[in-house]
């Protein structure tokens, strides 16, 4: 090629698996997020796209999951698709092989074991939830520094190292091998073929919760090589058994109860009596959100409602609660930064104006406990639909039959589920990326099964109908549809009522429970402060739940 050289647009998990598959390091890594220019990665300096003054000197390799928005930027500047830019799962890159992967884990145990004999009966957090562009790092370092508590954090990406090497990391960590960092898996090609030996067949089919775990790693990676998800849970199972018999930790937190190899830590420690905390993002914008019981359907405020509802809470926590609603409200921040494009406007040309506006927020069907749908997930998730699609296409023709605009917005993190595979009828508009404030201030009702816009749209005080189990479950602030019948007659009552008074009372009694017994500060940049202290989150103190 008439190149320069290559660059490697993007700088997460995904171009942190690509990169590492590499033999030759790119010129420079771009990203669009301003906050990470003049940062390093892979001991490359990341640069804004508007750094470059001609960014079609070099070859991009587009590393993310954000592909339509960069092709369409690149082709805005004149650039061409495959002559001068890439997506890198079209890249038939054959430097890895799963023989190296193997060796490379089996190295690693051995490493493991050396560096941290001194660590047992320690806390092990295994995750990829430290993130450097929001500085929340700084929560663990804090937390090291004032508790002295044993910990080592067993991370699931090479993004850790970067930092270390420049200071930023002050408590211990070990990096997990290849094959085990999330969003990292073999992708499928015509010449080269994984055998899977009778053996590792027969030990996966011995525990259910194996059969489980690969279940949801191939949903979830439907371009992986044919038997590396087998030998993915059965090497995982391997490590997560011989990394806890080493240390015999006192505690494991893990970050995202669902995750595949989540899954198997979560049954192996159960297995070993061994304590779990289970952490994720907060429910509410800001925090951060850590309980033994389990996660979504399966926490203290979804399976223990009515317990959880008598927590007692005094006139100062309502109004403490009120003032973070309405910041909430007035602030509009989310856990992530919101995209923008002109979907939102694109569809207002498609609506019919007098008509209801009803939009389904779907969630990550592969990290939400709803894949693969089991009598597990029947009861504690999503008690009707087995699917965001499978609910989409249903809500989409009871719409139709009444003469609703209906919206369905996937979780962004579900691009490579084929909307189309579903056959929507004609009027329903599908908007991929937008910022969610927006679409739910446009909206008249908003419906999902699990994701989080629930309490997002209950925040921009729209009425919300649940169709599955979460946190906001028979709490008073939401209507709820939890039988096939019962959906529709639940959408109507929220079209003709609203978001009344009483649910948005009910609403602000259930932050305020939320902010004194369950969610955590996450310690961000904002104007107001709210959430339990950090410290106590993983470090030894008891969890009330």
Not at 86 to 103: C, D, G, P, T
Not at 228 to 239: L, M, P, R, T, V
Not at 404 to 410: D, G, H
């Amino acid at each position: 090629m008439d190149k320069k050289g290559f660059t490697i647009w993007g700088t997460g998990d995904r171009s942190c698996c690509f990169s590492e598959s590499l033999d030759e390091k790119p010129m420079f890594y771009l990203d669009n997020d301003i906050r990470k220019k003049g940062m390093f990665f892979f001991d490359r300096e990341i640069c804004h796209p508007s750094d470059i003054s001609h960014l079609g000197q070099y070859f991009i390799i587009i590393a993310n999951s954000y592909y339509d928005e960069i092709k369409k930027q690149l082709l805005d500047l004149g650039l061409k698709e495959n002559k001068d830019f890439i997506y890198y799962q079209k890249i038939e890159n054959n430097v890895i092989r799963l023989e190296r992967l193997a060796s490379e884990l089996r190295s690693s145990i051995v490493c493991f074991k050396e560096r941290y004999a001194d660590f047992k009966n320690t806390t092990l957090i295994f995750g990829s939830m430290i993130s450097f562009d929001t500085n929340s790092y700084k929560l663990y370092n804090e937390a090291y520094e004032k508790t002295k508590k044993n910990f080592l954090m067993i991370s699931e990406t090479h993004a850790i190292e970067d930092k270390a090497k420049l200071g930023m990391i002050k408590f211990p960590y070990f990096c997990l091998p290849l094959m085990l960092w999330q969003n990292f898996h073999l992708i499928q090609n015509d010449f080269y073929e994984i055998h899977v030996d009778r053996a590792i067949i027969d030990y996966i089919e011995e525990k259910d919760y194996r059969k489980t775990a690969l279940t949801d790693f191939k949903g979830k990676n439907r371009n992986m090589a044919h038997g590396y998800g087998e030998h993915f849970i059965y090497y995982a199972d391997f490590y997560i058994r011989e990394m806890l018999d080493y240390i015999q930790p006192g505690k494991v937190l893990i970050w995202n109860q669902f995750y595949p190899f989540h899954i198997l830590i979560n049954a192996i420690c159960k297995e070993k009596n061994i304590d779990i905390l289970y952490m994720e993002y907060g429910v509410l914008p800001g925090t951060y959100l850590v309980e033994r019981k389990g996660q979504m359907g399966e926490s203290y405020p979804a399976v223990c409602s009515r317990q959880f509802q008598e927590l007692k809470i005094t006139n100062d926590d309502i109004i403490e609660a009120e003032k973070v609603y309405e910041y909430l409200h007035e602030s509009g921040i989310n856990r992530k930064e919101q995209p923008r494009n002109d979907e939102i406007e694109e569809a207002k040309k498609r609506i019919d104006n007098k008509r209801p506006i009803i939009v389904y927020t779907g969630q990550n069907d592969y990290e939400s406990g709803l894949y693969p749908y089991t009598e597990k997930t029947k009861k504690y998730h999503s008690p009707i639909f087995r699917s965001s699609n499978d609910a989409a296409l249903f809500l989409a023709e009871i719409s139709e039959r009444n003469g609703w605009n209906f919206i369905y917005k996937p979780h962004p993190l579900c691009a490579d589920i084929k909307i189309d595979e579903i056959k929507l009828p004609d009027r329903a508009i599908v908007i991929e990326k937008c910022n969610i404030n927006e679409l739910l201030d446009w909206a008249d009702v908003n419906i999902t099964i699990l994701s989080t816009t629930g309490y997002i749209s209950l925040i921009r005080k729209k009425p919300t109908v649940m169709l599955g189990y979460t946190q906001l479950r028979d709490k008073g602030c939401n209507y709820q549809a939890f039988s096939m019948d019962a959906v529709e007659g639940e959408i109507v009552k929220a079209l003709q009522w609203g978001y009344t008074k009483e649910q948005e009372k009910a609403f602000v009694r259930h932050i305020a429970r939320l902010l004194k017994y369950y969610l955590y500060d996450d310690m961000k940049e904002r104007n107001m402060r709210f959430g339990k202290k950090w410290e106590s989150i993983c470090l030894g103190e008891t969890i009330a739940f």
